[in-house]
């Protein structure tokens, strides 16, 4: 189980030589000495387009490494871990839906999702189809991903996240295609889950926030 993320004086290396500079200079992230986020809060970053809130979600997850200074999971610095561990993190504790989505086009909406649970077993077939029905793409569980439109690939992509355990979510711009009734749904799904597993969130925004209850808003 991972309690706590924290980002010791982390800055992407796009950014060096711009130290005191914007977006650098009041970032409540990059170069700061001890930013943790905790097990159980949820946090929404508020970031403009270039100021690397996607590079902060693939740092965490551990796809890229192209930063100055440390990120830490209870303690142990992430550049020491092998490919082991971020398997055993990315299939226990981390779950993560990109801003990309990566569904692949050709296969339907349940193969996307069954991707996914069969490496972790954590829903059932009759609980995937719920959550598809309680998005209101219930319907589309047999047509190719490809052909869905861009809002509901992205509610198929979030069931897809959450089909694990996690300690922590990372989403990354996750209602950015959705309309404000659909954006609730999504978060009280979003919201369910993760207090159900006692999980943070952290998650990203630049214009259509995520309606999440009791947030952190930090400013990238």
Same mark, same amino acid.
């Given at each position: /189980?991972?309690?706590?993320?924290? #980002?010791?004086?982390?800055?992407?290396?796009?950014?060096?030589?711009?130290?005191?500079?914007?977006?650098?200079?009041?970032?409540?992230?990059?170069?700061?000495?001890? /930013?943790?986020?905790?097990?159980?809060?949820?946090?929404?970053?508020?970031?403009?387009?270039?100021?690397?809130?996607?590079?902060?979600?693939?740092?965490?997850?551990?796809?890229?490494? %192209?930063? %100055?200074?440390?990120?830490?999971?209870?303690?142990?610095?992430?550049?020491?871990?092998?490919i082991g561990r971020w398997c055993e993190l990315?299939?226990?504790?981390?779950?993560?839906?990109?801003?990309?989505?990566?569904?692949?086009?050709? #296969?339907?909406? /349940?193969?996307?999702?069954?991707?996914?649970?069969?490496?972790?077993?954590?829903?059932?077939?009759?609980?995937?189809?719920?959550?598809?029905?309680?998005?209101?793409?219930?319907?589309?569980?047999?047509?190719?991903?490809?052909?869905?439109?861009?809002?509901?690939?992205?509610?198929?992509?979030?069931?897809?996240?959450?089909?694990?355990?996690? %300690?922590?979510?990372?989403?990354?711009?996750?209602?950015?295609?959705?309309?404000?009734?659909?954006?609730?749904?999504?978060?009280?799904?979003?919201?369910?889950?993760?207090?159900?597993?006692?999980?943070?969130?952290?998650?990203?925004?630049?214009?259509?926030?995520?309606?999440?209850?009791?947030?952190?808003?930090?400013?990238?």
């Amino acid at each position: /189980m991972t309690e706590e993320i924290s #980002l010791r004086r982390v800055l992407p290396h796009v950014f060096r030589g711009s130290e005191n500079e914007l977006p650098v200079r009041d970032s409540q992230l990059w170069l700061q000495e001890n /930013m943790t986020f905790r097990r159980g809060t949820y946090y929404l970053i508020e970031a403009e387009s270039g100021t690397g809130k996607s590079s902060l979600c693939s740092y965490i997850y551990g796809s890229r490494h %192209d930063y %100055d200074g440390k990120i830490l999971f209870d303690g142990a610095d992430a550049r020491s871990f092998g490919i082991g561990r971020w398997c055993e993190l990315r299939r226990r504790s981390l779950a993560y839906l990109p801003q990309e989505m990566g569904l692949f086009p050709e #296969l339907t909406v /349940m193969e996307n999702i069954e991707i996914k649970n069969r490496l972790t077993a954590h829903k059932s077939g009759n609980e995937i189809v719920s959550l598809l029905e309680r998005l209101e793409i219930g319907e589309k569980a047999g047509e190719p991903a490809g052909r869905l439109s861009v809002g509901q690939q992205q509610r198929v992509a979030i069931i897809r996240a959450l089909c694990q355990p996690f %300690d922590f979510l990372l989403i990354d711009e996750p209602v950015s295609h959705l309309d404000s009734r659909n954006n609730q749904a999504v978060a009280e799904l979003i919201d369910e889950e993760a207090r159900r597993l006692g999980a943070g969130i952290i998650a990203t925004s630049v214009g259509n926030k995520i309606k999440l209850p009791d947030y952190e808003l930090l400013r990238l």
